[in-house]
C-alpha cells in the first residue's frame, strides 16, 4: 500500500523561502509529482521527480531521496498567489502503462504581507 | 487548446438517488482518470480509462463506476447514493502511455448528497 504524510498547513511571509516536506512509504515506485490547487479549483502540475536529486524550474524546485522515502517542495520569493494547497503524490508502476497516483492530504499554505 | 472540461459543475442530489457525470478530455488524450475528493480523505483514485477500457480502478465499492467513449469522453456513475459520497469529482487526462505523461485535471464537479 501507499502512505503519505505532508504537514496540514504553513503560513511563510512574502518574498521569503518556503519549504513543504512530504515523506512516503510505498509497495512500488515509479516517481513522485507536486501539484499546486488553489481553492475551488483543480490542481495544476508543478513537477516530477523520478531520480535523487533536485530539479529546478523557476521559483519552485523539487528534491527526492528515494532511500529516505522524501521529497521537498521549495518555494522562493513568496508572492501572494502562492497561497495554494500543495499535493505530493507517488505512483507506482502498476503495469501496462496503468496509471494510478496516490496523492497525500496536502499542505495548506497561507502567504501573509 | 481546450483543457479538460467537466459537466455539470454542481449537483445535488437525495440519498438513494443515482448520478452521472462527464468529463472530455483534451484533445488527442486517450487516458482519463477520476478522483473523489474530501477535505478528511483528499484526493483519492477511483478508476483509469484507456482505449474505453478501465485499465485501474481504486478501493471504492461497486456503486462507483464508469465508461470511455470512442472520442475519449469519459462518464462516471454513482448508484445509490450516500451521504458521504459528497465531494468534488475530478477528472484528469494525459496522452497516453508512459508514467512520465503530464495529468491534467478539470474543474470538478461539485456533488453534494442531501
Known amino acids: 500500500g501507499q502512505n503519505i504524510d505532508q504537514p496540514t498547513e504553513m503560513t511563510a511571509t512574502e518574498g521569503a523561502i518556503v519549504q513543504i516536506n512530504c515523506t512516503y512509504q510505498t509497495s512500488g515506485f515509479n516517481g513522485l509529482f507536486w501539484y499546486q490547487q488553489h481553492a475551488g479549483e483543480a490542481p495544476t502540475f508543478l513537477s516530477y521527480n523520478v531520480l535523487d536529486g533536485l530539479e529546478e524550474k523557476g521559483r519552485f524546485s523539487s528534491f527526492l531521496s528515494r532511500s529516505k522515502g522524501y521529497s521537498y517542495l521549495l518555494l522562493k520569493e513568496l508572492q501572494m498567489k502562492d497561497s495554494a494547497s500543495y499535493l505530493c503524490?507517488?505512483?507506482?508502476?502498476?503495469?501496462?502503462?496503468?496509471?494510478?497516483?496516490?496523492f497525500g492530504k496536502g499542505t495548506k499554505l497561507s502567504v501573509i504581507p | 487548446k481546450a483543457g479538460v472540461t467537466q459537466t455539470p459543475r454542481y449537483l445535488i442530489k437525495t440519498r438513494g438517488q443515482q448520478v452521472t457525470l462527464s468529463c472530455s478530455p483534451i484533445s488527442g488524450h486517450r487516458s482519463v482518470s477520476w478522483y473523489q475528493q474530501t477535505p478528511g480523505q483528499g484526493l483519492q483514485f477511483l478508476f483509469e480509462?484507456?482505449?474505453?477500457?478501465?485499465?485501474n480502478k481504486g478501493n471504492f465499492p461497486g456503486r462507483f463506476s464508469g465508461r470511455q467513449f470512442s472520442n475519449s469522453r469519459s462518464e462516471m456513475n454513482v448508484s445509490t447514493l450516500e451521504l458521504g459520497d459528497s465531494a468534488l469529482y475530478l477528472c484528469?487526462?494525459?496522452?497516453?502511455?508512459?508514467?512520465?505523461?503530464?495529468?491534467?485535471f478539470g474543474p470538478g464537479t461539485r456533488l453534494t448528497v442531501l
Open positions: 503524490a507517488v505512483g507506482p508502476d502498476s503495469g501496462a502503462g496503468s496509471y494510478q497516483l496516490t
Open positions: 480509462y484507456f482505449s474505453e477500457t478501465q485499465r
Open positions: 484528469a487526462s494525459r496522452r497516453s502511455g508512459g508514467f512520465t505523461d503530464t495529468q491534467y
